[in-house]
């Protein structure tokens, strides 16, 4: 028989975990990495495959057709991993996302390679809910602070490393193997949770709330098409807008409403009666918010104002993520060895909201190196907040749910994602096309009138007046994204002072905060 081990056997004096355990956290980790870097590895292999697939008019249904596929997935596989266990859950969104590469690898046009990009998402939705649930499983709270460094650093690596890869093999191998790439990762990952990780088997009683799938799908759907159309290919104030709004509205509501009647509810709402589970929703939202919104516009304003090279946008960031990388890391320490986690949102709050206020002052005579300080003020809150907010959820709920909390705290921050990335994107739009109608006359109106971003090959080729004035609107834009984004950091903060301090379960050595049902891991 194998040798089991309790995800209770940590070594008081070195808080480490066994080998075991580790290897699962590596494939973990792995299983991160490829849900995380998937975008940012494709959107520099865009061109290159247009030139191969054609279909130009249907470029942002490639990452759209994900990103909702992503997003409508990731209540169903929480929920799916709570009723049937989280392994064979977790293993099988590995296969979907595996299968989906596969086959966008070998699409022959633009219509199959939307289409497996959607089989890929559906895939991704499982794999960082499946990640946070089956941390949440194995660590303790009070232990599992010590690994929001490693998960800090993960995201790190695919913001900075994503770019630069997906050029690199572009380059060298071709499109496809952006694709192909993740089967290798994908393959050792579950492999390694097949032989290492054992959960408790479960089987629910109760049948699957398709009616409450059907209607959150549709919710999340309509809600992300108006965040992703809204200003772009649609006017806010359009019929078809209109419409999205009006059947994304009328679906969640109707989802609300049934599930206070499903006998197996896909989002319980009881959850949600825990006062620091919705604060952490809150904050989780208004997270994603600011932090795709700057992700996006940082490279752009470094880009267009400070002359930086495109080939290395993702090192442009590095400021920004390296003090968020720091900052988790000593939260984690912190919250494991004290226990204390509410003062991590009110400062990375705080902090949030200075470095975004300063961030809103840069303009066309700000240095990199200034920018640089800006930007780590912000990566230093960020730190705070990205791993604390999802720690603070799960303890805040009982281990029947922690799959549902994962996965609706994943969700709210993707869905503040869309949300930032929309109202910012529109607000620099607006505000760089009025900037040129002022400095540029018609000219700057044209320059601008297809779109507010120039890639570097339009930048260069304007008339000097003309690249001054769209450096001035870029400023000024960046200026309008960033000031909402402080606001932004305002509610958070708000939201974070109500946050009750709840001692975490497992605290320390001796402390009882283990499942009635501990998960076992086998040695190796």
């Not at 949440?136 to 790190?156: F, N, S």
């Not at 959150?216 to 772009?232: D, F």
Request: aromatic share 8%; net charge neutral; with cysteine.
């Amino acid at each position: 028989m194998a040798d089991t081990l309790t995800v209770d056997t940590v070594d008081v004096g070195t808080g480490k975990q066994p080998r075991s355990t580790r290897l699962v956290l590596f494939a973990l980790m792995i299983a991160m990495m490829l849900a995380m870097l998937d975008n940012m590895i494709i959107g520099t292999a865009m061109p290159t495959i247009v030139g191969e697939l054609g279909g130009t008019e249907h470029l942002s249904w490639v990452v759209t057709a994900y990103t909702l596929a992503t997003a409508a997935a990731t209540p169903v596989w929480g929920k799916l991993g709570d009723m049937y266990g989280r392994k064979a859950v977790f293993m099988t969104s590995i296969v979907i996302f595996l299968a989906g590469s596969a086959l966008s690898g070998m699409a022959q046009d633009m219509g199959q390679l939307i289409g497996f990009r959607a089989v890929q998402g559906l895939g991704a939705g499982g794999l960082m809910v499946g990640v946070m649930a089956i941390i949440g499983d194995l660590i303790p709270p009070r232990e599992r602070g010590r690994y929001q460094g490693m998960m800090a650093g993960v995201m790190a690596l695919a913001m900075i490393g994503g770019p630069l890869v997906g050029g690199t093999i572009t380059d060298n191998w071709g499109w496809r193997w952006t694709f192909y790439i993740n089967l290798p990762l994908g393959v050792v990952a579950l492999g390694l949770i097949a032989v290492v990780l054992q959960l408790p088997k479960k089987r629910a009683k109760a049948g699957i709330d398709y009616l409450g799938v059907v209607l959150l799908t549709v919710g999340i759907t309509a809600i992300v098409l108006v965040t992703t159309w809204g200003g772009t290919q649609y006017a806010w104030t359009s019929a078809r807008i209109m419409e999205l709004i009006a059947l994304g509205v009328a679906s969640l509501i109707g989802f609300v409403f049934w599930q206070t009647k499903a006998a197996e509810p896909v989002l319980p709402l009881h959850i949600f009666r825990s006062r620091n589970f919705t604060l952490m929703a809150i904050i989780g939202f208004l997270t994603g918010f600011v932090m795709f919104g700057a992700t996006l516009y940082l490279p752009l304003y470094q880009q267009s104002v400070q002359g930086a090279s495109a080939t290395n946008s993702g090192l442009l960031l590095l400021p920004m993520l390296l003090a968020m990388l720091v900052t988790s890391m000593l939260a984690g320490r912190i919250t494991t060895n004290t226990g204390k986690y509410k003062v991590f949102p009110v400062v990375g709050s705080v902090l949030m909201i200075v470095g975004l206020y300063l961030l809103s002052t840069m303009d066309t005579g700000t240095s990199r190196v200034t920018s640089g300080v800006f930007m780590a003020i912000v990566g230093l809150g960020m730190g705070c907040l990205m791993q604390v907010t999802m720690l603070v959820a799960q303890n805040s709920v009982e281990m029947k749910d922690m799959g549902v909390a994962s996965s609706s705290s994943t969700l709210f921050r993707t869905l503040g994602s869309s949300f930032g990335v929309a109202i910012m994107g529109a607000l620099f739009n607006n505000r760089v096309q009025e900037v040129m109608s002022e400095r540029a006359g018609e000219i700057g109106s044209k320059v601008t009138e297809q779109s507010a971003q120039l890639d570097a090959a339009s930048l260069a080729k304007l008339p000097e007046a003309a690249r001054e004035a769209y450096q001035h609107a870029v400023s000024a834009g960046t200026h309008s994204a960033f000031l909402l984004g402080a606001a932004m950091a305002v509610v958070a903060l708000v939201a974070a002072v109500f946050v009750k301090e709840v001692a975490l379960k497992g605290a320390g050595p001796g402390a009882d905060g283990a499942s009635a049902q501990p998960p076992v891991v086998e040695h190796v």
